[in-house]
């Protein structure tokens, strides 16, 4: 069983809005301390996000005020809602599990991340 599988990932226009889902019930892990990161080609990875057990949440300032991450504990998934998405938000948007802090989260300090899903905005 895969541990952690993105989706939700898409072309859209500038302005426009997403939500990304990580499916996390195949991950074992002990740190509960959750996030996304995204990366592209030939740049260093970008930590975007991160939420630790008591849902304190630390979202990098390129982001902040636009995406949103929420958890639904039942289900096992783990959403970014991403709202005004900008030409740059463009890259490969990753999953990632198992950070002691979220401010390590926010440094992509994870222990474990999924194959990501491509999200794509235009002008």
């Known amino acids: 069983q895969v541990p952690l599988v993105e989706s939700g990932g898409d072309s859209v226009e500038a302005g426009g809005s997403l939500r990304l889902s990580c499916e996390t019930s195949?991950?074992?892990?002990?740190?509960?301390?959750t996030g996304w990161f995204r990366q592209v080609p030939g740049k260093a990875r970008e930590g975007i996000v991160a939420?630790?057990?008591?849902?304190?949440?630390s979202y990098a300032d390129t982001v902040k005020g636009r995406f949103t991450i929420s958890q639904d504990n039942a289900k096992n998934i783990v959403y970014l809602q991403m709202n005004s998405l900008k030409p740059e938000d463009t890259a490969r948007y990753y999953c990632?599990?198992?950070?002691?802090?979220?401010?390590?989260?926010?440094?992509?300090?994870?222990?474990?991340w999924g194959q990501g899903t491509q999200v794509n905005v235009s002008a």
């Open positions: 195949g991950y074992t892990g002990s740190r509960d301390c």
């Open positions: 939420m630790d057990s008591e849902g304190r949440t």
């Open positions: 990632a599990r198992d950070c002691d802090t979220v401010e390590d989260g926010l440094r992509v300090r994870f222990a474990s």
